[in-house]
């Protein structure tokens, strides 16, 4: 089974960073390197990351002095030693055969980019059925104005540089418009595989605001183009809550 590249990227996560990777420090699939991009974070981030060097050998943890969401995933890329590249945020839990059922999926699929489900086993219903409409609007776009969440997306060092990497000039929807972008050129869809999802970021901004602003997002998107001058601004790591 092929070897992974997981590029993690941090900003202010010394609560949740050790969960994930303790997940990949549990994963049936081994065969695979950490490369963590710190966005210069102010608290314990990179220390955490660092304690967890013995039980993941192949971590390395690379500190930007410039913070940046596709800037990160595109540093961690041009780091990676593997073909295959798993983008990771560090609020994203992952079950133990996950990188194992991935990998023969993408393969099985020959699949140079793909997206994952957003799982919401032990979030309550409402969050549920708000999980399960977003994974119902990302299945049902990805055969003709593919969408996906940036928390969890597999690439390969190919694909990624015939993209160029994700656009750094876009704050909103970069994802949403790397694996657009991909579609055109590759093999795209979703792999029937789920990831959790921290829900900090809906309890924080309100389900239905959240809600609204990606909809809006994309709308906009369809009938205007991608957004390089911050029509609707989103600020990376804004999240106060720390549980």
Not at 16 to 21: C, S, T
Not at 57 to 82: C, D, I, K, Q, Y
Not at 100 to 127: C, F, H, R, W
Not at 193 to 209: C, E, I, M, T, V
């Amino acid at each position: 089974m092929e070897p992974i590249s997981v590029v993690i990227i941090t900003l202010n996560e010394e609560k949740r960073i050790g969960r994930l990777l303790d997940d990949l420090y549990q994963q049936t699939h081994q065969d695979f390197e950490v490369i963590l991009v710190d966005s210069n974070s102010d608290d314990a981030t990179r220390d955490v990351a660092d304690s967890f060097k013995n039980h993941l050998p192949a971590l390395t943890v690379h500190r930007m002095e410039t913070r940046g969401v596709s800037l990160g995933r595109n540093t961690g890329a041009s780091l990676a030693n593997f073909e295959r590249i798993l983008f990771l945020d560090a609020d994203v839990r992952l079950s133990p055969d996950f990188l194992e059922k991935s990998v023969k999926e993408l393969n099985e699929k020959s699949l140079d980019v793909a997206g994952v489900y957003m799982g919401a086993s032990s979030l309550p219903t409402i969050q549920k059925l708000s999980y399960g409409a977003f994974n119902a609007g990302m299945f049902a776009t990805q055969f003709f104005f593919p969408t996906a969440v940036g928390a969890c997306i597999f690439s390969t060092r190919t694909a990624h540089q015939r993209l160029n990497g994700f656009d750094e000039k876009i704050t909103l929807c970069e994802d949403c418009d790397y694996v657009r972008r991909a579609s055109k050129i590759m093999r795209f869809r979703f792999i029937n595989q789920a990831f959790q999802f921290d829900p900090r970021r809906l309890d924080q901004d309100g389900l239905f605001a959240t809600g609204l602003v990606y909809l809006k997002a994309n709308v906009r998107r369809f009938f205007f183009g991608e957004m390089r001058n911050n029509e609707m601004e989103y600020k990376f790591g804004h999240y106060d809550e720390q549980k």
